[in-house]
């Protein structure tokens, strides 16, 4: 199972465990216990996800705060029926565009010691797999259909009839 899914899944359990308190509320009241439970998890989650300072979690950390409170349970869950829309419609893709580029950066400065140690050839190997991961991901985020074995100018020239 990869990444994406195993998220996608814990996401969808714990917006399962969410509707299931909500459901069980009556006359505004709710079980305490189980909705801080809940906003553990969906705290939790929410920020691996999509960071500690994002609206989502502010939101459900906010309204979790009150919790007695059925309404503002409502809108936590509000928020985190649209964690799981929005993971699920691709609005991740800043996070995973800022890991890969610090992966990316992790191999440039590998590619500079290697080049300052006179290992030219190393060093241009290393520098050359980071430029052509890159503009296969860009490929494949402009929906560019690639060869098995695509030249970097292939995909450059691709990439630039489209505008990128």
Not at 17 to 22: H, R, S
Not at 36 to 59: C, K
């Amino acid at each position: 199972m990869k990444v994406d899914e195993k998220i996608l899944k814990r996401i969808a359990e714990i917006l399962e465990l969410g509707e299931n308190i909500n459901s069980r509320s009556h006359d505004g009241n709710i079980d305490t216990a189980a909705s801080f439970q809940w906003a553990s998890s969906a705290l939790n989650m929410t920020g691996r996800v999509f960071g500690t300072d994002s609206h989502y979690f502010t939101s459900i950390e906010e309204n979790a705060k009150d919790f007695p409170l059925y309404h503002c349970f409502q809108v936590a869950l509000g928020v985190f029926r649209a964690v799981k829309e929005d993971y699920e419609n691709g609005a991740i893709f800043k996070l995973r565009q800022i890991v890969e580029a610090e992966v990316f950066d992790d191999f440039l400065e590998q590619s500079e010691s290697l080049f300052s140690a006179g290992f030219y050839q190393p060093a241009a190997v290393v520098a050359g797999s980071v430029l052509e991961d890159g503009l296969r991901k860009m490929c494949a985020r402009e929906e560019i259909e690639l060869s098995k074995k695509p030249k970097l100018d292939s995909m450059n020239s691709a990439l630039a009839k489209k505008g990128v």
